[in-house]
């Protein structure tokens, strides 16, 4: 059975920092492209960064450019996004979503999300 689980949200004051974490589990984890999403109230989820599953190739919504890097570790079966320079707007659940393709087949799963409030 497929597990993805985040964790690492919580309250943070404006210009601080959080690293969350995502760990897979029941797939081949270096098969899949890893990415963090994020919904805020109200709004729709927007993807936030992604990652290759090599880790070669990353890409960035335009809105969190130069405050938030994602990597992975594929021995720990772990993706991380470290995010600094906090913003209230960053406030919202963190989604992270496991996709890949398997022939015709396309495979994707999510986790249940970990709130990041950012406030002072």
């Known amino acids: 059975q497929v597990q993805v689980v985040e964790s690492g949200g919580g309250l943070v004051q404006p210009g601080g920092s959080l690293r969350l974490s995502c760990a897979a589990s029941?797939?081949?984890?270096?098969?899949?492209?890893m990415s963090w999403y994020r919904q805020a109230p109200g709004a729709e989820r927007e993807l936030v960064a992604s990652?290759?599953?090599?880790?070669?190739?990353?890409n960035y919504a335009e809105s969190v450019k130069d405050r938030f890097t994602i990597s992975r570790d594929n021995a720990k079966n772990t993706v991380y996004l470290r995010m600094n320079s906090l913003k209230p707007e960053d406030t919202a659940v963190y989604y992270c979503?496991?996709?890949?393709?398997?022939?015709?087949?396309?495979?994707?799963?999510w986790g249940q999300g970990t709130q990041v409030t950012v406030s002072s």
């Open positions: 979503n496991a996709d890949s393709t398997f022939g015709s087949m396309r495979l994707n799963y």
């Open positions: 990652i290759a599953s090599t880790g070669g190739r990353t």
């Open positions: 029941g797939l081949t984890f270096s098969r899949y492209r």
